[in-house]
């Protein structure tokens, strides 16, 4: 009888916890507020101009993504066509969230496809035009990416700096962390690196 009703607090107590928007992380032990998973939605009630890690003080998740990824100022990429690889006949695009004293270590925000190891030329080309393919939003050091792109597929990278305030940057931040790791469908035509990131963009600037 006892341990019966144990199983029925402890049901009804994370049920609870469930309902009111709490969630346990998979890699903390500790309980976190559902704001913690989609702060985009915490700020719409929220004065902005607090520092974020005061508004979020309650999401140790979130409080690392954010010192790790601060900058100053916002760059979008252009990296130009190659014939390497059918993933990029049209060119990459990406963001840069870059720091003032360090390019290289700067974070690289990019969708692109995921490409499965054991895919044929044909079938991926197939998928591509007509559906079948996973996107995912993703996280870099720009080192890694500039040393890919510059010295190993020969390729120029184009940057071209966004004006953005202070309150948009924070928005950003956060909208970033919603999506990274994020899968869709991916297209060749009409849901790829680009049209990805102008969705990401219109977050804050809705007449993209």
Do not use: W
């Not at 520092?51 to 140790?60: A, D, G, M, R």
């Not at 993933?87 to 003032?100: A, D, E, I």
């Not at 390019?103 to 044909?122: G, R, T």
Request: charged letters at 20%.
């Amino acid at each position: 009888m006892l341990k019966s009703l144990f199983i029925i607090f402890y049901l009804f107590f994370f049920i609870s916890l469930k309902a009111f928007g709490y969630h346990q992380d998979q890699n903390s032990s500790l309980i976190q507020h559902g704001y913690c998973y989609s702060p985009t939605k915490k700020v719409q009630n929220t004065n902005i101009e607090q520092p974020l890690n005061i508004i979020f003080s309650k999401c140790p998740k979130l409080l690392t993504f954010l010192e790790q990824s601060q900058f100053d100022t916002l760059e979008l990429v252009f990296a130009n066509p190659t014939l390497s690889t059918p993933m990029s006949y049209f060119g990459h695009t990406f963001l840069v969230f870059r720091k003032k004293d360090s390019l290289n270590f700067s974070k690289v925000f990019s969708y692109s496809a995921v490409i499965p190891e054991d895919i044929k030329f044909p079938e991926l080309i197939k998928k591509g035009v007509f559906g079948g393919l996973v996107g995912r939003y993703s996280f870099a050091n720009y080192y890694d990416i500039s040393a890919e792109y510059l010295n190993k597929e020969q390729r120029s990278l184009i940057h071209y700096t966004l004006k953005l305030s202070d309150k948009e940057k924070k928005l950003l931040l956060l909208k970033a962390y919603e999506l990274y790791e994020d899968e869709s469908a991916y297209s060749f035509f009409n849901k790829n690196c680009t049209t990805e990131l102008l969705q990401f963009l219109s977050y804050i600037k809705p007449e993209l």
